[in-house]
């Protein structure tokens, strides 16, 4: 027998505590409000009663009854949605354990299930409260009214009939979950419960969550279209441009206009010198110069030359830029009359200055440049922050920057024509790339100094001034920006706004949707190991936020950790395959293995990227970000992993212990670290030892000193309670 009413239902705290081993089961699907009473909404399905009488045997076959069996079924499928092992259960008789195996059987759970449910000890209602769940994670009762959405965000009721099938309610709270994943849901429930009778020995992890049509219309949700022809190389661009525009401005810096047979003689020239002093194809050149015409110079000369290029920001600390020249075998550093801070130069680099003035030497060297790239040969390394405590070299192809460029043609996220493009990121940012790369096609590089980008002011009046057509730009860095630069721009300005390299709020969202009568923005997403780019959206104000689609060439999967797609509304680890994919870390096999994995989709040998980035399909085919597998954290656009702030940190003889949380403010971020200290240590060495080692963006705007961390019940730092307990600044002069 079952019982005639039965609630199975879930409740969902905070979002703050989503990720916390004590969350909860099934993560909203929206931001919650809490301030605004959720409204309640439903959905019906019916299992028919052949199903229901399989799991009636099924369930009989343990010892065990159909309503422990829907139970059982149940906590499967939120095990397997949340990728949680255990839940806290209540029934009217008290809080029941469930562990769920990854590797277990639904005959093992199921057993365990009805040993769980037989020993929760009789307890008798209070007085004066209604049958019903106390804040749980999962709740089960028996009989009564069942429970709604005012009470809990999720809940499944159910009621047998006449013929045999069970009839199914989800009640949902609307401001936390979408209908799409709801139906979803349900859905995924009546699929397992078929699943469970027909392979109740197999494991629950082997057990299929959506239908096969299901999962393809997924996989082809996330493949971009093919390029239409094998995309030229930057350089083959490049000379096209050189023929057919060889008068047109190429570069803007600062008042000084370089036209395209300009710039094409000065590379060229330093492409000759760098070949006699021994570049080629697979060698390193690092290139030490601040945004500029020179900076364009050099890197067109290194790719000329047939070497690869590092980019190096002079106003990185030293250290790192000297790791970065050591780490990559650079045996050439190409850079400008004091730009080179001391240090950074190894005793085996040769220097090759700058002069401006390469296009009126004599070109008529003994040595000639390399001839045409080969298409998989390596155009750049740049290094990204390492978990290990030291950064890591990305080697592109100049395949990928190629296919790059042509994928943005050919979704038209670069318009047709030419443009006016500002170069707004460091050279060391990947972002970088995208930008500089546009004046291969025509369009015509427009470059801002230092004291121009930091000032919102100046920039957004540079920006309208020189009439741009495309600038990349944060979304940290845009909110000061854009309030300044709206009421500059006439409706019609022509101006596109590239956003990207970290979330982007819904706050801002909406300010740009109310301007698109002046100008228009694309979200763009994508990793250093993935060539820059990989999906592209335009900016609506009054849509959800999600990352677009992927461009041409490239394809993008949400995969569970088994590498099999996940059910929309299920999120999981996002991966990029295709032409972007990158050919790995520069002398790092062993990590390079690690996420490049061998794609099984290709069937040519090609392989994808695991970008460590969490993302979820929604069932009306929007592809949502969810943040980071690891502690890896997006600070202004700078990926940073937190575990390398903590290893320069932990260098520091007078400390402990460390740690570095991200703390959210506003629509931005700040880096708050935590030590535990010798007496003999003060906070102010600590910090000069970072502000002399670590960039800018990676240095902590906090230090809070603590004679204990916090710690879990098996002993390793409680990381939660830390950010719960929040930053309590030491003073300049703490000791």
Same mark, same amino acid.
């Given at each position: 027998?079952?019982?005639?009413?039965? #609630?199975?239902? /879930?409740?969902?705290?905070?979002?703050?505590?989503?990720?916390?081993?004590?969350?909860?089961?099934?993560?909203?699907?929206?931001? &919650?409000?809490?301030?605004?009473?959720?409204?309640?909404?439903?959905?019906?399905?019916?299992?028919?009663?052949?199903?229901?009488?399989?799991?009636? +045997?099924?369930?009989?076959?343990?010892?065990?009854?159909?309503?422990?069996?829907?139970?059982?079924?149940?906590?499967?499928?939120?095990?397997?949605?949340?990728?949680?092992?255990?839940?806290?259960? &209540?029934?009217?008789?008290?809080?029941?354990?469930?562990?769920?195996?990854?590797?277990?059987?639904?005959?093992?759970?199921?057993?365990?299930?009805?040993?769980?449910?037989? /020993?929760?000890?009789?307890?008798?209602?209070?007085?004066?409260?209604? =049958?019903?769940?106390?804040?749980?994670?999962?709740?089960?009762?028996?009989?009564?009214?069942?429970?709604?959405?005012?009470?809990?965000?999720?809940?499944?009721?159910?009621?047998?009939?006449?013929?045999?099938?069970?009839?199914?309610?989800?009640?949902?709270?609307?401001?936390?979950?979408?209908?799409?994943?709801?139906?979803?849901?349900?859905?995924?429930?009546?699929?397992?419960?078929?699943?469970?009778?027909?392979?109740?020995?197999?494991?629950?992890?082997?057990?299929?969550?959506? %239908?096969?049509?299901?999962?393809?219309?997924?996989?082809?949700?996330?493949?971009?279209?093919? @390029?239409? #022809?094998?995309?030229?190389?930057?350089?083959?661009?490049?000379?096209?441009?050189?023929?057919?525009?060889?008068?047109?401005?190429?570069?803007?810096?600062?008042?000084?206009?370089?036209?395209?047979?300009?710039?094409?003689?000065?590379?060229?020239?330093?492409?000759?010198?760098?070949?006699?002093?021994?570049?080629?194809?697979?060698?390193?050149?690092?290139?030490?110069?601040?945004?500029?015409?020179?900076?364009?110079?050099?890197?067109?000369?290194?790719?000329?030359?047939?070497?690869?290029?590092?980019?190096?920001?002079?106003?990185?600390?030293? $250290?790192?830029?000297?790791?970065?020249?050591?780490?990559?075998?650079?045996?050439?550093?190409?850079?400008?009359?004091?730009?080179?801070?001391?240090?950074?130069?190894?005793?085996?680099?040769?220097?090759?200055?700058?002069?401006?003035?390469?296009?009126?030497?004599?070109?008529?060297?003994?040595?000639?440049?390399?001839?045409?790239?080969?298409?998989?040969?390596?155009?750049?390394?740049?290094?990204?922050?390492?978990?290990?405590?030291?950064? +890591?070299?990305?080697?592109?192809?100049?395949?990928?920057?190629?296919?790059?460029?042509?994928?943005?043609?050919?979704?038209?996220?670069?318009?047709?024509? #030419?443009?006016?493009?500002?170069?707004?990121?460091?050279?060391?940012?990947?972002?970088?790339?995208?930008?500089?790369?546009?004046?291969?096609?025509? *369009?015509?590089?427009?470059?801002?100094? *230092?004291?121009?980008? @930091?000032?919102? +002011?100046?920039?957004?009046?540079?920006?309208?001034? =020189?009439?741009?057509?495309?600038?990349?730009?944060?979304?940290?860095?845009?909110?000061?920006?854009?309030?300044? @630069?709206?009421?500059?721009?006439?409706?019609?300005?022509?101006?596109?706004?590239?956003?990207?390299?970290?979330?982007?709020?819904?706050?801002?969202?909406?300010?740009?949707?109310?301007?698109?009568?002046?100008?228009?923005?694309?979200?763009?997403?994508?990793? /250093?190991?993935?060539?820059?780019?990989?999906?592209?959206?335009?900016?609506?104000?009054?849509?959800?936020?999600?990352?677009?689609?992927?461009?041409?060439?490239?394809?993008?999967?949400?995969?569970? $950790?088994?590498?099999?797609?996940?059910?929309?509304?299920?999120?999981?680890?996002?991966?990029?395959?295709?032409?972007?994919?990158? &050919?790995?870390? @520069?002398?790092?096999?062993?990590?390079?293995?690690?996420?490049?994995?061998?794609?099984?989709?290709?069937?040519?040998?090609?392989?994808?990227?695991?970008?460590? $980035?969490?993302?979820?399909?929604?069932?009306?085919?929007?592809?949502?970000?969810?943040?980071?597998?690891?502690?890896?954290? +997006?600070?202004?656009?700078?990926?940073? =992993?937190?575990?390398?702030? %903590?290893?320069?940190?932990?260098?520091?003889?007078?400390?402990?212990?460390?740690?570095?949380?991200?703390?959210?403010?506003?629509?931005?971020?700040?880096?708050?670290?935590?030590?535990?200290? #010798?007496?003999?240590?003060?906070?102010?060495?600590?910090?000069?030892?970072?502000?002399?080692?670590?960039?800018?963006?990676?240095?902590?705007?906090?230090?809070?000193?603590?004679?204990?961390?916090?710690?879990?019940?098996?002993?390793?730092?409680?990381?939660?309670?830390?950010? $719960?307990?929040?930053?309590?600044?030491?003073?300049?002069?703490?000791?």
């Amino acid at each position: 027998m079952i019982d005639p009413d039965v #609630t199975l239902s /879930t409740r969902d705290e905070a979002s703050s505590h989503l990720l916390d081993p004590t969350g909860t089961a099934l993560r909203p699907t929206r931001r &919650r409000h809490t301030t605004v009473p959720p409204a309640e909404r439903w959905l019906a399905f019916e299992v028919p009663a052949e199903e229901v009488g399989a799991l009636e +045997k099924t369930a009989a076959a343990s010892g065990a009854t159909l309503h422990a069996a829907l139970h059982a079924v149940y906590v499967a499928q939120l095990a397997r949605w949340s990728g949680r092992s255990e839940f806290t259960v &209540r029934t009217p008789d008290g809080p029941v354990t469930a562990r769920v195996s990854r590797t277990e059987s639904f005959r093992s759970l199921l057993r365990e299930t009805r040993s769980s449910l037989e /020993t929760t000890p009789a307890r008798p209602p209070v007085a004066g409260q209604t =049958e019903g769940p106390e804040p749980a994670e999962v709740v089960l009762a028996r009989g009564g009214t069942p429970f709604g959405a005012t009470e809990h965000d999720l809940a499944l009721t159910y009621v047998p009939r006449d013929d045999g099938s069970l009839g199914f309610r989800v009640r949902y709270a609307e401001a936390a979950f979408e209908k799409s994943t709801m139906r979803g849901l349900a859905r995924r429930y009546r699929l397992l419960l078929r699943h469970v009778c027909e392979l109740p020995d197999a494991m629950l992890e082997e057990l299929p969550l959506q %239908e096969e049509r299901d999962g393809a219309h997924l996989a082809d949700l996330g493949v971009g279209a093919p @390029l239409r #022809t094998r995309p030229a190389t930057v350089l083959e661009r490049f000379a096209a441009t050189v023929r057919e525009r060889p008068r047109a401005v190429a570069v803007v810096d600062r008042g000084t206009a370089l036209s395209y047979a300009e710039l094409n003689l000065r590379a060229e020239f330093l492409a000759r010198r760098l070949v006699s002093a021994g570049a080629g194809p697979e060698s390193v050149v690092a290139v030490c110069l601040p945004r500029s015409a020179d900076l364009v110079v050099a890197i067109l000369g290194v790719l000329r030359a047939g070497a690869a290029y590092l980019p190096l920001d002079p106003a990185y600390p030293v $250290d790192r830029l000297a790791y970065m020249v050591g780490d990559s075998d650079a045996g050439i550093l190409v850079t400008g009359q004091g730009v080179l801070p001391d240090g950074v130069r190894g005793e085996d680099v040769e220097v090759v200055h700058l002069h401006g003035d390469e296009g009126a030497q004599d070109l008529a060297a003994p040595t000639s440049p390399c001839g045409p790239v080969d298409p998989g040969q390596c155009a750049y390394v740049i290094y990204t922050s390492g978990s290990t405590g030291r950064p +890591k070299g990305v080697q592109v192809s100049h395949a990928s920057l190629a296919a790059l460029l042509a994928g943005l043609e050919e979704s038209g996220t670069i318009r047709a024509g #030419t443009g006016r493009v500002g170069w707004n990121a460091s050279p060391s940012f990947d972002a970088s790339v995208q930008q500089w790369i546009r004046v291969v096609r025509g *369009d015509t590089l427009v470059l801002f100094d *230092d004291a121009v980008r @930091l000032d919102p +002011k100046r920039l957004a009046t540079a920006v309208a001034e =020189e009439r741009l057509t495309d600038f990349d730009i944060t979304p940290s860095h845009l909110e000061y920006v854009l309030p300044r @630069l709206g009421p500059l721009l006439g409706t019609g300005s022509g101006l596109r706004l590239w956003v990207g390299g970290e979330p982007l709020s819904p706050t801002l969202q909406r300010h740009l949707g109310g301007l698109a009568d002046r100008l228009d923005a694309v979200n763009v997403y994508g990793t /250093t190991e993935t060539t820059v780019d990989t999906t592209v959206v335009v900016v609506r104000g009054d849509e959800p936020t999600h990352l677009g689609a992927p461009l041409p060439g490239q394809t993008v999967r949400v995969l569970d $950790d088994r590498l099999r797609p996940v059910p929309a509304g299920r999120t999981g680890d996002l991966y990029v395959c295709g032409s972007g994919v990158a &050919r790995g870390y @520069l002398g790092r096999p062993g990590l390079t293995a690690a996420v490049f994995l061998p794609d099984p989709w290709a069937g040519d040998g090609s392989r994808m990227y695991r970008t460590g $980035d969490r993302a979820r399909w929604t069932a009306d085919g929007r592809l949502e970000f969810h943040g980071r597998a690891d502690r890896q954290v +997006k600070i202004r656009g700078y990926r940073v =992993e937190l575990g390398e702030i %903590e290893a320069v940190l932990a260098e520091h003889p007078q400390v402990l212990e460390c740690a570095v949380l991200r703390r959210l403010r506003g629509d931005g971020s700040l880096l708050d670290a935590y030590l535990r200290m #010798t007496e003999a240590g003060s906070v102010e060495q600590v910090r000069e030892r970072a502000e002399r080692l670590l960039p800018h963006w990676m240095r902590p705007a906090t230090y809070t000193l603590l004679s204990v961390f916090p710690r879990t019940v098996g002993g390793k730092l409680d990381r939660p309670a830390l950010a $719960d307990r929040g930053p309590r600044p030491a003073s300049r002069t703490a000791a």
